[in-house]
C-alpha cells in the first residue's frame, strides 16, 4: 500500500530542512535525519490528516515509524 | 460561587548559574544546551536553604499583591517534589514560618503539574465554601539532587530552584483572574519515564550508597523522547478540552502560561494548538530560570500580572505536563 503523497512530501521536507537526502522505503527514518522526536509529532498529526486513521498516543513512538515501509504496514494495521 | 487568583509572588535564589559554569561538568557545550532547551541560565539555592523558606518569601510577596494578611488565610496548599524532609510534608514549616493560623496544611505531589492541582483543588475549596482563601505554595531546590555528571547532562542541565505562590480567593479584586476550569489527566503506565526511584517502598527506603547497585535509583531519570511525544500531544488535546468546554477556540486566548519545560516543547504544543505566536502571546521565562517543576507555572503567571500587560476580558491558558505521566490544562478570565 502506497502512502498518500502529502505524507511522503512531509518527510521529504522534514529530511531536506536537515540537510539529509530524500528517504528510500527502508531506510531509518531517525537515523538518516529525517525524523526526530518533535518532527514525529507533527509527522502523525499528518499521517492521521492524510489517511483518516486515528493513532493512539500509546502507539507514538519510533519503532511504528522506523522506515516509510514500517509505517505503511502500521498504516495498514490500523485500517 | 466563584474562586479567583487575587494575588501571586515569586521567589528565586540569588545566585545565576549560567550555562557557561556548568556545561564541561554535563559533558556539554553552553550552546547545546541553549539550543536543546532554550535555556540559558538558572538560579540555584546555596546549600542549606529549605524548599519551604523560598515558598514562604514568595508567600509573604503574594499576601502583599492581595493586601491580606498571614491570618486571613483559611487554608495552605503546597506543591513541591524536593521537600525539606521526607515526612512530615513541606506545607506545616511554611505555616510556621508566615504565622498562618492553624488551618489545614497539605502537601500536592504532582510533580510539574502542581500548579493546576492546587487551583482545582483551591477552587473546590473557595466555591464549595470549606474556605474562603487559599494560599498556593509551589517551590522546588532541585539543584540538591542534581547529577553533575555527563551521565545525566541532559536532565541536569534543565533544572533550576525557585518558588511562587498565588492566593485563591472568593472575592474578585483588582487584576484578579477567575479560575475557569482546570481538566487534569493521568496514565501510570508512564510512571517509570520520568522521576526519582528512591526512598521508596518499591526500590529501596535505606538511604543511599554510592556503591549500591541502584545509586542510580536515587537520581533523576528521564526516558526524554516519551516525554516529548507524550507531553506534545497530551498538552494539546487537554488544552483543546478544556477549550471546547467553555466554548472558546486557541484564537480567543490572548495569553499561553505554560508549564516551563523545554522553549522546543513550548513551540511544538503552540504550533499544535494553532496559537497565535505574533503577538508575544507564549509567557516564557524558561530563558532566566531554566525549568523550575512545580514553580515555573507560578513563576512565568506572577512575571505577566506584574508586567501590567493583562487587560480585563483575557483569557488564559494554562498548560502542563509532568511526572506519572500527569497533565491538564487551566483556563482564567481577568475579571478586572
Given at each position: 500500500m502506497a502512502l498518500p503523497q502529502g505524507i511522503i512530501d512531509f518527510l521529504n521536507e522534514s529530511a531536506r530542512s536537515n540537510g539529509a537526502e530524500q528517504p528510500g522505503t527502508t531506510d531509518d527514518l531517525f537515523q538518516m535525519g529525517a525524523l526526530d522526536s518533535f518532527a514525529l509529532v507533527d509527522f502523525v498529526t499528518v499521517l492521521e490528516q492524510e489517511t483518516g486513521i486515528s493513532v493512539p498516543d500509546g502507539d507514538v513512538n519510533p519503532a511504528n515509524f522506523q522506515s516509510i515501509e514500517q509505517i505503511e504496514r502500521y498504516v495498514e494495521s490500523k485500517r | 460561587m466563584k474562586a479567583f487568583v487575587t494575588g501571586s509572588g515569586k521567589f528565586l535564589p540569588e545566585r545565576i548559574v549560567s550555562n557557561e559554569e556548568i556545561a564541561e561538568r554535563l559533558g556539554l557545550s553552553p550552546e547545546q544546551i541553549f539550543k536543546s532547551s532554550g535555556i540559558r541560565r538558572r538560579r540555584w539555592a546555596e546549600s542549606g536553604t529549605t524548599t519551604s523558606a523560598l515558598a514562604a518569601e514568595a508567600l509573604r510577596l503574594a499576601l502583599e499583591d492581595a493586601r491580606?494578611?498571614?491570618?486571613?488565610?483559611?487554608y495552605l496548599l503546597f506543591g513541591t517534589m524536593t521537600p525539606d524532609r521526607f515526612i512530615p510534608g513541606s506545607s506545616p514549616s511554611v505555616q510556621k514560618a508566615l504565622g498562618l493560623r492553624e488551618i489545614p496544611c497539605l502537601d500536592i505531589?504532582?510533580?510539574?503539574c502542581n500548579a493546576l492541582y492546587g487551583l482545582q483543588v483551591a477552587k473546590a475549596l473557595v466555591t464549595s465554601g470549606a474556605a474562603r482563601r487559599v494560599a498556593v505554595c509551589l517551590a522546588e531546590i532541585q539543584s540538591a539532587w542534581l547529577d553533575l555528571s555527563p551521565q545525566s547532562g541532559t536532565i541536569s542541565m534543565l533544572f533550576g530552584d525557585g518558588a511562587a505562590s498565588l492566593i485563591v480567593s472568593d472575592e474578585a479584586a483588582d487584576g484578579a483572574l477567575e479560575i475557569m476550569d482546570v481538566h487534569l489527566a493521568t496514565d501510570g503506565s508512564y510512571v517509570d519515564d520520568l522521576g526519582v526511584r528512591c526512598p521508596g517502598t518499591q526500590f529501596g527506603a535505606k538511604g543511599v550508597d554510592a556503591e549500591s547497585a541502584n545509586s542510580a535509583d536515587y537520581l533523576a531519570r528521564m526516558n526524554g523522547q516519551s516525554v516529548i511525544l507524550q507531553a506534545s500531544r497530551k498538552i494539546v488535546a487537554a488544552s483543546q478540552r478544556v477549550l471546547e468546554r467553555n466554548s472558546l477556540a486557541a484564537a480567543d486566548v490572548r495569553w499561553m502560561v505554560p508549564h516551563q519545560a523545554n522553549a522546543n516543547l513550548l513551540a511544538q504544543v503552540a504550533r499544535g494548538l494553532r496559537f497565535?505566536?505574533?503577538?508575544?502571546?507564549?509567557?516564557?521565562?524558561?530563558?532566566?530560570?531554566?525549568?523550575?517543576?512545580?514553580?515555573s507555572m507560578g513563576i512565568a503567571l506572577d512575571t505577566l500580572r506584574r508586567s501590567g500587560r493583562i487587560q480585563s476580558g483575557d483569557y488564559l491558558l494554562l498548560p502542563a505536563f509532568g511526572a506519572g505521566f500527569t497533565w491538564g490544562a487551566g483556563l482564567c478570565r481577568a475579571s478586572v
Open positions: - | 491580606l494578611l498571614a491570618e486571613d488565610m483559611d505531589r504532582a510533580t510539574c497565535p505566536t505574533d503577538k508575544d502571546g507564549v509567557v516564557s521565562v524558561l530563558e532566566d530560570t531554566g525549568n523550575t517543576s512545580s514553580a
